[in-house]
């Protein structure tokens, strides 16, 4: 209890020092107000935002509906394909170095081609979220994959395990965290590309906010839908941890 | 010494010798090559193990051991001859009849003491409140009565080793194929739990096949001793252990258990030119 106790001064207090500089920063003139506005007129922005709750639920919905389609798409192809090319040798060798590669590309030189295919909606921008999403998860499960103890197969075989439950009872398991933090990382990145999305190319969302708000020169709003943001990040990581776990409480007994 | 040579004498000697319950058959292994690829492991291996009999498989390191042992228990095919149980050939694990303890002891860490033993009987299809009392059975057999729910990285070396064991027993098969399990304890720890193990399989009557490099080990515990050649692997010789059951720590001062042990040192050197190794 202490210890979270201290934890929690110790947030609060990088926190404050945080504003102080930025409060300062802005005071002494150091930056333009246009570029980084004083916190009392980021927090009247952001009453403002937050008085009319329709205006904030709208953009948010709409962005975590994109993030949250384009990962459960790379969650169910990157862990499916990841646990098939991780139990062949062959195939693993074959395109492990191409998902590297691939991962190494930035993709968001892709949206101008996905946009023309699939059009400024939220099609275009699930696309790009998921394919984002999809390779930590897939390099992650393939890794995983393949180095789960062969040891284990062989002693689930002898008491009797067929394939599949080798699969559900020693391979699944076997992988869970290597691959959850494979998850934690494809959502984060699908959320981001989505927003992204939204900001390049858009009409609703969060990253279109973030759009018309910097061209329109309103720094307080922008910041506001920063902060938005950012809450809405660490809201999402920690229903993740709390998933992560259950899941671990139910797989460890 | 040959493969086939029938020993009613060592059990014969005491009363209290271990009775198989059901006999559930021979395991005849007749003229078997093992083969991973280019590399023949063993060639032409003949042995019988007779229910309720301890055997011992030795041989130089690297010399097939535990690829036989594997194909005894139907996890590896062979590239010729056959193995069966009874009557019956052996064409895949049949774990309702033979139980493995390996090496490495093959624990789930994710799995806690009862639930290791408990997937031995989850993957025969017993029903969950079964599962758990012959599980926490088992563990009480092996010694490990007071910490079911602990996972195998909070477990000693030792009480790794009496996990596994107990997740062979619980399943009720009469054949237990155990791959040098003592390998990773240190010396001491090794004799205790041997002998530990020993007097549950003779309560059990368990057939026995099992791999070691330990020649005290093999002299101690076995009934007969195969004894395999480099590789590729045969039958260089089958030994009859001439010491009563139940066994006792003391039988090892004994002259007879020296000159076992002797003797089973000299079939492993390489032969000298001529000599037959004994």
């Known amino acids: 209890m202490s210890g979270r106790r201290r934890r929690a001064i110790a947030y609060v207090a990088v926190v404050a020092a945080l504003g102080v500089v930025w409060e300062l920063l802005t005071l002494l003139g150091v930056v333009p107000v246009l570029v980084l506005p004083a916190p009392r007129s980021v927090g009247q922005a952001l009453t403002a935002i937050l008085g009319d709750p329709s205006s904030v639920l709208a953009p948010i919905t709409r962005t975590l509906a ?6 459960a798409i790379a969650a169910v192809l990157g862990v499916v394909l990841g646990v098939g ?25 892709l949206y101008p081609v996905l946009a023309a295919l699939l059009g400024l909606g939220f099609t275009s921008k699930v696309a790009l979220g998921a394919m984002y999403a999809f390779f930590p998860i897939v390099i992650a499960t393939v890794r995983a994959t393949s180095h789960v103890d062969q040891n284990l197969i062989t002693a689930a075989r002898a008491m009797g395990a067929g ?6 009872h020693v391979i699944l398991p076997a992988i869970a965290d290597p691959v959850i933090s494979g ?5 984060g990145l699908a959320l981001v590309t989505v927003v992204a999305g939204e900001f390049i190319a858009g009409s609703s969302g969060l990253g279109y906010q973030l759009a018309a708000s910097s061209e329109g020169f309103h720094a307080p709003v922008l910041f506001a839908w920063l902060l938005i943001i950012v809450v809405l990040i660490i809201l999402l990581n920690g229903c993740f941890t709390a998933l992560t776990h259950l899941s671990q409480k139910g797989l460890h007994r | ?41 063993t060639e032409d291996v003949s042995f019988d193990v007779r229910p309720g009999e301890f055997v011992s498989l030795i041989g130089p390191s690297g010399c097939g051991k535990s690829s036989l042992l594997r194909t005894v228990g139907g996890l590896l095919q062979p590239a010729s001859g056959e193995v069966r149980l009874g009557e019956v050939p052996i064409l895949g694990p049949v774990p309702d009849k033979i139980a493995f303890v390996f090496q490495d002891l093959a624990l789930y860490p994710w799995r806690s003491a009862r639930r290791n033993v408990e997937l031995a009987l989850e993957l025969q299809g017993v029903p969950r409140r079964e599962r758990r009392e012959r599980a926490l059975a088992a563990l009480r057999d092996v010694g490990l009565g007071d910490v079911p729910e602990a996972f ?35 010396e001491q720890t090794r004799l205790v739990l041997g002998a530990q193990l020993l007097t549950l399989l003779e309560q059990h009557g368990k057939t026995v096949l099992f791999v070691t490099h330990s020649l005290q080990e093999a002299a101690y515990l076995s009934d007969r001793i195969v004894v395999m050649t480099p590789r590729p692997a045969r039958v260089k010789e089958i030994i009859e252990v001439p010491l009563p059951r139940p066994r006792t720590p003391e039988m090892m001062r004994r002259p007879e258990f020296h000159a076992l042990q002797h003797r089973l040192m000299g079939l492993l ?3 000298p030119p001529g000599g037959d190794g004994r």
């Open chain 1, 163 to 168: 394939r599949w439950r080798v699969l559900f």
């Open chain 2, 152 to 186: 195998p990285g909070q477990l000693s070396g030792g009480m790794k080793q009496r996990v596994a064991v107990a997740r062979a027993l619980v399943s009720k098969a009469e054949t237990l194929l155990l791959d040098e399990p003592f390998a990773a304890l240190d």
């Open chain 1, 85 to 109: 090319l991780g139990l062949s040798r062959t195939l693993r060798q074959t395109y492990e170095p191409m998902l590297a590669n691939l991962n190494a590309v930035p993709l968001v030189i």
């Open chain 2, 1 to 41: 010494m040959d493969a086939d040579v029938a020993a009613p004498s060592v059990r014969g000697t005491t009363g209290t010798a271990r009775r198989p319950a059901m006999a559930a058959g021979t395991i005849r292994v007749r003229n078997v090559r093992v083969t991973y690829g280019e590399v023949v492991a």
């Open chain 2, 269 to 271: 050197l390489p032969d």
């Open chain 1, 183 to 187: 998850l934690r990382a494809g959502l």
């Open chain 1, 66 to 71: 994109e993030a949250g389609v384009a990962f």
